[in-house]
C-alpha cells in the first residue's frame, strides 16, 4: 500500500554528521525567551502609546536590556507605535499572558534576571486589568 521510502531521514542522529546546524537546549530556550520578551516590550510600547508612564518607560528599557543579552547584545527593533488597538484591557491581557510564557521559560532555563522581570510584569498588568474591572462596576 506505501512505497517504502529510498532516501535517508532528515532526522538522522549520526555522529560527525553536519548537515544541519545544532543548537542546544539552552539556545532553544534562549531563543523562546527572547521572543516572548520582545511580543511583551511590543504590547508595552503600544500601551505607552495609549497612556504614557514612567513606569511602562522603565519597563520598556528593561525588557529591551533583556532582549539585548539574550540575543548576544543586538537590541530589539523598536519603532514608534501606533497603536492597534485602543482597547488598554485586551492589551494588558495579553502582556499578562506575555509575561506569564516569559516567565516559564526563564524558569526552565533558570534566568532569575528575566524571571524577575516577567514575575514583575505580571504583577503589573493583573494590577491593572484588576483596577479596570473594579472601575467598570
Known amino acids: 500500500m506505501y512505497e517504502p521510502i529510498r532516501t535517508k531521514s532528515v532526522h538522522s542522529t549520526v555522529a560527525g554528521s553536519a548537515d544541519f546546524p545544532h543548537r542546544s537546549r539552552e539556545d532553544e530556550l534562549d531563543i ?15 500601551l505607552r502609546g495609549l497612556e504614557p508612564s514612567g513606569d511602562l518607560d522603565k519597563a520598556a528599557e528593561r525588557l529591551a536590556t533583556q532582549v539585548a543579552r539574550l540575543r548576544g547584545g543586538m537590541a530589539p527593533v523598536r519603532m514608534s507605535v501606533t497603536p492597534a488597538s485602543d482597547d488598554l484591557t485586551s492589551l494588558h491581557q495579553r502582556a499578562h499572558a506575555l509575561a506569564g510564557r516569559a516567565l516559564v521559560v526563564a524558569a ?8 524577575i522581570l516577567a514575575a514583575e510584569q505580571m504583577d503589573v498588568h493583573a ?7 473594579l472601575a467598570s462596576r
Not at 523562546?32 to 503600544?46: F, P
Open 32 to 46: 523562546q525567551l527572547a521572543g516572548h520578551l520582545s511580543a511583551l516590550l511590543a504590547v508595552t510600547d503600544e
Open 108 to 115: 526552565s532555563r533558570a534566568d532569575t534576571a528575566a524571571a
Open 127 to 133: 494590577a491593572a486589568l484588576s483596577s479596570r474591572e
